[in-house]
């Protein structure tokens, strides 16, 4: 009996991931057109941010965070006119390039998105912060970016690997 319940609660678990999933479907993402859609469009698409961070000029930037089980995290930027002005996929190894030694962990946080896993070493008196990404069109291009920090907060180091996750089935 228990084994049955078991299966129910994995297949459970899989079709919840399945729906949550469809709300980051590039169709969907692909239905909004920057300085045409409006917030309430994009808050139709993909529902309540995330975060919602202080943008330039007046401008909010929404926080649409797919991690741990995705691969991106969106932010899209809505102008004070209350038109979608941009929408951006942040983990890419243009943006990990600009995280530099001293930032602080909050100004990461807000150029990256929320981490998919965050780890802290006490005897190292290090914090890890973890972002699965694509680095290429297949799966199998799943690496993990890992950012580093010191007690004060600050960046130490970056690093990318390739995902474990991709050699836990083998």
């Known amino acids: 009996m228990k084994m049955f319940s078991y299966r129910w609660a994995v297949l459970a678990l899989a079709f919840g991931t399945a729906l949550w999933l469809a709300a980051c479907d590039p169709q969907r993402i ?3 057109e920057e300085g045409v859609s409006t917030e309430a469009d994009v808050r139709e698409r993909f529902g309540p941010p995330e975060a919602v961070w202080d943008g330039p000029d007046g ?3 929404y926080e649409y965070n797919r991690q741990p089980a995705g691969y991106q995290n969106y932010q899209i930027t809505i102008g ?13 190894p ?3 390039a600009l995280i530099q030694p001293g930032m602080a962990m909050e100004e990461v946080r807000r150029m990256l998105g929320k981490p998919m896993k965050i780890t802290t070493y006490e005897l190292k008196r290090e914090t890890h912060y973890d972002w699965r990404y694509h680095d290429g069109p297949n799966d199998s291009d799943s690496k993990v970016f890992t950012v580093i920090f010191s007690p004060d907060l600050r960046v130490v180091s970056t690093m990318s ?3 474990p996750e991709l050699d836990r089935d083998r």
């Open 80 to 92: 004070p006119d209350g038109k979608m002005a941009a929408l951006r996929q942040v983990l890419t």
């Open 161 to 163: 690997v390739r995902d």
């Open 30 to 32: 692909g239905e909004l």
């Open 94 to 96: 243009s943006n990990f």
């Open 59 to 61: 401008a909010q930037v």
